[in-house]
């Protein structure tokens, strides 16, 4: 089967890729947050705050008691920076699931009703700009044979399907612009709770420390809201 038998077909990719748009929307997870240089300060700025309440100028001059603090201090602005990155990924992934995280359910509603709209719409506006013989009125996907279906789909030139996958295209552009403003809005509202401190967090015993290798130990969230 040569290439331009399969062009018909294109559009079935860019149907199932708009249906799991959900999905791949996780690879668009940055590895470090939209705010990155903000929220990594939030560990810097806690050490700082622990040297100069020591009056010390490096960490190896802290005692035990003062080591146990900085810890505790660390444990939290690590969390915090954890916090903000886990609600970004939250509408990253569903529109309005960050918002909802950081009790702020109107913005969040907006997101997720105004994605669910441009998903559902951009289905049925390249449905309806099928050709009509493959459209649910003149086939039954769930009775006709893969042999009939496939034939009709393949009795359509590629211009035929233009339309249906310009709109496809379209809207999972338009899908992941919004999915993109959902996890910063999402992200700056969990910067604002943890400012006014609506949410706060407890020190944990354990926490991230980079290694050469990975982390060398893990930590909970102890989050309070």
Known sequence: ?????????????????????????????????????????????????????????????????????????????????????????????VPGAGQFINKAPAAG?????????????????????????LQFGSTNYFTESFTNIENKWMGHSFVDYLKPAAVMAAGMVVDHVIRHFAAENAGDLARENIKAKKVTFRPEPFMVIPGPRGPMMGFGMGMRF
């Open 109 to 133: 509603s907006l997101y997720l009703a105004g994605d669910l709209a441009i998903v559902a719409g951009t289905l049925v506006g390249a449905y309806f700009l099928l050709p009509a013989d």
């Open 1 to 93: 089967m040569s290439m331009f038998r399969k062009a018909p077909f294109i559009i079935l990719v860019l149907i199932l890729a708009m249906a799991s748009s959900a999905l791949s929307a996780q690879t668009m997870v940055p590895k470090r947050s939209f705010h990155a240089n903000e929220d990594g300060n939030y560990i810097g700025q806690a050490l700082q705050l622990i040297l100069a309440q020591t009056g010390e100028k490096s960490l190896n001059t802290l005692t035990g008691a003062e080591i146990r603090k900085a810890l505790d201090v660390v444990s939290v602005a690590r969390q915090q920076q954890a916090y903000v990155s886990h609600s970004e990924m939250a509408s990253l992934f």
